[in-house]
């Protein structure tokens, strides 16, 4: 198993950056060509995500992308630092803090309508959204 590790800060022009690397590994580990763009526009997703989160919170640690090579599949996640309260957990929120979740609720949305293999876990010292997509192996010469 094969992993890449990236930390950047949580700046909206270091996205990019985490996106062309994510389809170069990627492409490398033998993720479908006609998928790349997916892989890019959901990793972009997740990224200004986690971006928008630490900047909202206030956090200075990096978002954190992990691009894991298996056997069969390749995964990528993205993690953040930002404390994540459950739906309905009764703590009033004013106009901006709604406008924050719906923007939440729609870039997940994004995410899951790019990726059919999709996990999301947040809690109170973060979250973590981990994307996975099948690999074929490269093909072996015969001669």
Same mark, same amino acid.
């Given at each position: ?36 763009? =997916? ?15 630490? *900047?909202?919170? +206030? ?11 298996? =056997?069969? *599949? ?6 953040? @630092? ?7 957990? +009764? ?11 719906? @923007? ?8 899951? +309508? ?7 876990? !947040?809690? =109170? ?13 490269? !093909?072996?010469?015969?001669?």
């Amino acid at each position: 198993m094969a992993t890449v590790e990236l930390r950047f800060s949580a700046l909206p022009e270091h996205v990019r950056t985490a996106r062309l690397v994510a389809a170069a590994v990627a492409r490398r580990a033998g993720v479908d060509e006609a998928v790349l763009d =997916e892989v890019r526009l959901a990793v972009g997703e997740a990224c200004s995500r986690a971006v928008g989160l630490h *900047q909202s919170a +206030g956090i200075a640690a990096p978002v954190k992308v992990a691009l894991i090579e298996e =056997e069969k *599949q390749f995964s990528i996640e993205v993690g953040d @630092e930002a404390p994540h309260s459950a739906p309905g957990d +009764g703590v009033p929120g004013g106009a901006a803090e709604d406008a924050e979740a719906e @923007e939440d609720e729609m870039g997940l949305a994004v995410i899951s +309508g790019l990726v059919d293999d999709v996990e999301v876990a !947040a809690g =109170e010292h973060g979250g973590l959204i981990r994307m996975t997509w099948p690999t074929t192996p490269p !093909a072996v010469a015969l001669g």
